[in-house]
């Protein structure tokens, strides 16, 4: 039988107009209590480009990357960035299929700065960008009609300090506020398919 090379490129563009689009807005932020609010019209343009590549029995290549920008459209912030929306992130990986079943999976991910939640008119620090290493193992074998899985990972293989999340709390004369991701992290599994 022979091998088989496939390639996969595709290219999404967008743009949505919301009207209702809802943010938490703090009222007391010694209590960080606040409520759901509307913010008016917003825009969200941007472009997905993926591409793949196949050499059947020895490797998968793929990747996408991702621009966007969301802003506000109405209001004291109009063409404003809106929050926690990073303008790029970008994700690659490589399977490579080894002998017995067993399949490596190394994968690269990457996510721009971005505002803080709160900040909607643009001045204060960003939350900062990451880049994070996934390596992972399965074997895959095939005993009559079950078919099982079984994995191991490490996701963020360097153990990089980042934050997914943070909120601008300088504007109530505090310090900004983040929320710390985990570090170098081991996962395993096994699932059965009957």
């Not at 007391?28 to 008016?40: I, Q």
């Not at 209001?75 to 790029?88: I, Q, T």
């Not at 690659?92 to 008119?121: C, F, M, Q, W």
């Not at 290493?133 to 079950?146: C, E, M």
Request: proline letters at 5%; hydrophobic letters at 35%; glycine letters at 6%.
């Amino acid at each position: 039988m022979r091998n088989i090379i496939r390639w996969k490129l595709a290219l999404t563009l967008f743009r949505v107009d919301m009207e209702d689009e809802i943010e938490y807005v703090i009222y007391d932020p010694l209590l960080y209590l606040g409520e759901n609010s509307n913010v008016g019209k917003t825009r969200h343009d941007g472009a997905e480009l993926s591409v793949s590549y196949l050499w059947q029995k020895y490797l998968k290549i793929y990747g996408n990357l991702t621009y966007s920008k969301a802003t506000f459209e109405d209001g004291a912030n109009s063409k404003k960035e809106m929050p926690m929306a990073p303008n790029r992130i970008f994700n690659a990986g490589l399977e490579i299929y080894l002998p017995h079943n067993v399949t490596l999976k190394p994968e690269i991910r990457h996510v721009s700065d971005a505002y803080l939640s709160g900040d909607n008119d643009n001045n204060a620090e960003k939350l900062p960008a990451y880049t994070l290493l996934n390596v992972y193992v399965q074997y895959k074998p095939t005993i009559d009609r079950l078919k099982m899985t079984v994995f191991a990972g490490v996701e963020n293989l360097t153990d990089t300090q980042y934050c997914s999340f943070g909120l601008d709390y300088e504007q109530y004369f505090m310090p900004n506020f983040y929320y710390p991701m985990p570090g170098r992290t081991f996962k395993g599994g096994l699932s059965l398919e009957f």
